[in-house]
């Protein structure tokens, strides 16, 4: 019987590794498909407190895992595919497996939001991607027209990198002014080769017949003109959904499945507590996630020793 079971290797995930770890809870943390969580797809990561000079977003969370680990958090790489939450024990089920748990600590993290488009789904992977620094540096690339979609601060970030790769950064945007913040919009808008689309949305893909990258057809929202643009990739970089499905009708959320906190990391079922995006569409920074997770360590902690209950 595990004391904690922790679903999510993100920074809130691993945090809260970090810290049920050293309160001797060894806790068991399932990774789910992408072990490090979405920070892994990021370049340099800026603004997480005490690395001035920045770090990469992998090295970064190479680094938590094995500050978890020293302390004696276990590491199981596998998906959380089902989760039992009428009865203690709790159980969750691991690529088949049942674990039973006293306590869970839900963090999931989010996935990229698609547009939803039929040629975006046949063209994922061949030019359509959604991690620039995953996928930008490949040949197919170089020195062609990109298109990245979105108006965030992960757009913005997107196109600054492929400005390395691309001979010009479309950045495609439903409004004429970007959701980013200031530094990263500056950033964006003064570089030389990144060229802003206002007002306008995809509507397709091409080219599905040709199984590539051509170009977008554009639709502009306000003149409802429509437009080709030539591009050899489409990047997209229009937020997030939280991994909530497994949890559905286990555990309350809100209209977005997001999952809902309660006081301080609770979520609406005793001993299953809650940390980072999966329950956070507003900050959703990697230092909030980390807060969190140290957050549900302390509630899980204090749950297992009897206190404020
Ligand atoms: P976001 O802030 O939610 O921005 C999503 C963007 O996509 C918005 O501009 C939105 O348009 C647009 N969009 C949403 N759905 C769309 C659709 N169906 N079609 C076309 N456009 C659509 O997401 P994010 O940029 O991924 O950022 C998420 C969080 O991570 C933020 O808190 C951000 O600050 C943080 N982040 C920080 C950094 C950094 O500090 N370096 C880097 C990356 C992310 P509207 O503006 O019109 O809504």
Not at 44 to 70: C, D, H, S, Y
Not at 94 to 123: N, P, W, Y
Not at 143 to 156: F, I
Not at 203 to 221: A, M, Q, S, Y
Request: hydrophobic residues 40%; proline residues 3%.
């Amino acid at each position: 019987m595990e004391k904690v079971v922790i679903i999510g290797a993100g920074c809130a995930g691993l945090t809260a590794a970090i810290y049920c770890a050293r309160a001797n809870l060894s806790p068991l943390v399932v990774t789910g498909l992408m072990p490090g969580g979405l920070l892994t797809t990021t370049g340099t990561v800026e603004n997480f407190p005490g690395f001035p000079e920045g770090i990469n977003g992998f090295e970064l969370m190479n680094r938590l895992q094995a500050q978890a680990e020293k302390f004696g958090a276990r590491i199981k790489f596998g998906t959380a595919e089902a989760v039992e939450l009428d009865r203690q024990p709790y159980t969750v089920v691991v690529d088949g497996e049942s674990i039973q748990t006293q306590t869970i600590i839900i963090a999931s993290g989010a996935s990229h939001r698609h547009l939803g488009l039929e040629s975006e789904k046949k063209l994922e992977a061949k030019g359509v991607t959604y991690c620039a620094t995953c996928d930008g540096a490949l040949p197919v690339f170089r020195n062609k027209p990109l298109v990245v979609v979105g108006g965030g601060d992960s757009a913005c970030e997107e196109a600054l990198y492929l400005t390395r790769f691309g001979s010009v950064v479309y950045l495609v945007h439903r409004r004429n002014e970007l959701r980013a913040s200031k530094i990263m919009a500056r950033r964006a808008l003064e570089h030389p080769k990144i060229k802003p689309v206002w007002d306008s949305v995809v509507i397709e893909i091409k080219d599905v017949d040709l199984g590539k990258v051509t170009g977008v057809r554009l639709r502009n929202v306000k003149s409802g003109a429509e437009t080709d643009l030539e591009c050899a990739g489409v990047f997209i970089a229009i937020g997030h959904v939280p991994n909530t499905g497994v949890f559905a009708g286990k555990v309350e959320m809100d209209s977005n499945g997001y999952i809902v906190r309660k006081r301080g990391s609770e979520t609406s079922v005793r001993g299953v507590f809650v940390a980072g995006d999966c329950s956070d569409h507003e900050y959703r920074q990697a230092v909030t996630a980390a807060g969190m997770g140290c957050m549900a360590a302390i509630d899980a902690e204090r749950y297992l020793a009897g206190i404020n209950q």
